[in-house]
């Protein structure tokens, strides 16, 4: 089951691997600024300033680095810092405005972060990526027509680029507008066929739709055919088979899940369902141990129409 919309990680993800492994290269060949050189003392006028260009660009880089890699590092306080002092060289950097956005964005800062995913919009409007990352501002914030109207824009100017409409996708999911979160995941599947977590996040929304189960279970399978390392498909199923009445088979997925990932609330809130529904003396324990990781765990499935049966210690 997919359980957290893809957003700044898969972009830190992709971003992060050319950016973090030029940094070292960057900090190890480029002199400190103000570090007087006696070099230029001979050097042409010409040059001295292409090479001032240089380092001032080469700050400018060394900031937006170092703002991504304390936002990688879950330290959005230190990263604004660090944008800051990048869009103090360059208040056109686009990419330190999408960065400071996101920090703003997981601090709870919605409007800040608005107002940087606007100026990159404003800066180069045919890039999809602001478009995205502030309709994940606006989505955050209850303004749906706004979130929905960025998304398409977004799918709009990349088409072909599948997190796009994976992004719309878990939007739609998040509002419940189920078919629609199909069809995006439809398409994304259609685009990256091999692509894991879109047939995932399929049968998860299928799931949640209530319909269609063999097409969910179908979904699954072919997710954890892709990447049986991961928990969430095995997760996934586990509520495909929960949903069909097939507890023994749940309670495999669920255990094949927490294999991977021993914390995974949902496997053991579903797992201590479906013992429950056996009639076995260590459901209470799934449950409680559910309730330790996430105190909501079951408010949470209750919303899904998925809730602790009345013959057992429901809260236990």
């Known amino acids: 089951m997919s359980r957290q919309v893809i957003r700044l990680r898969h972009w830190l993800a992709l971003s992060a691997l050319f950016l973090l492994a030029c940094a070292a290269v960057l ?10 050189d006696p070099k230029d003392a001979s050097r042409p006028v010409n040059e001295i300033a292409r090479l001032s260009a240089a380092e001032y660009d080469a700050a400018r880089l060394r900031n937006s680095l170092l703002c991504l890699d304390s936002l990688a590092r879950a330290k959005p306080r230190q990263a604004i810092g660090y944008c800051d002092l990048a869009l103090k060289l360059d208040p056109k950097d686009i990419t ?21 995913f606007s100026r990159a919009i404003e800066l180069s409007p045919a890039d999809p990526e602001a478009y995205r990352f502030r309709a994940h501002s606006y989505a955050v914030a209850g303004f749906d027509r706004l979130a929905i109207a960025d998304y398409d824009r ?11 409409l994976e992004l719309r996708g878990h939007y739609y999911q998040d509002r419940r507008h189920y078919a629609l979160a ?26 949640l739709s209530g319909r269609n189960y063999p097409a969910a279970l179908s979904d699954c399978d072919e997710a954890i055919r892709l990447d049986p390392k991961t928990a969430n498909a095995f997760d996934s199923r586990g509520f495909v088979f929960l949903r069909m009445n097939r507890f ?69």
């Not at 330190?96 to 940087?116: K, Q, T, V, W």
């Not at 977004?154 to 796009?164: E, G, K, M, R, Y």
């Open 27 to 36: 900090l190890w060949s480029t002199r400190g600024l103000g570090r007087h």
């Open 248 to 316: 023994r088979f749940a309670i495999e997925n669920f255990d094949e899940a927490l294999r991977r990932q021993a914390k995974l609330a949902s496997s053991l809130f579903g797992r201590g369902v479906a013992k429950l529904r056996l009639h076995d003396p260590t459901a209470p324990k799934d449950l409680a141990a559910a309730k330790l990781i996430e105190p909501a765990v079951e408010t949470r499935f209750l919303s899904y129409g998925i809730k602790v049966p009345v013959t057992g210690p429901s809260g236990a």
């Open 154 to 164: 977004a799918v709009a100017l990349a088409p072909t680029d599948p997190i796009n």
């Open 182 to 207: 199909i069809a995006d995941f439809t398409s994304v599947i259609a685009l990256r066929p091999r692509l894991a977590r879109a047939w995932n996040s399929r049968c998860w929304t299928r799931v």
């Open 96 to 116: 330190a405005l999408n960065l400071r956005g996101n920090a703003h964005l997981s601090l709870g800062e919605n409007a800040r972060a608005i107002a940087d």
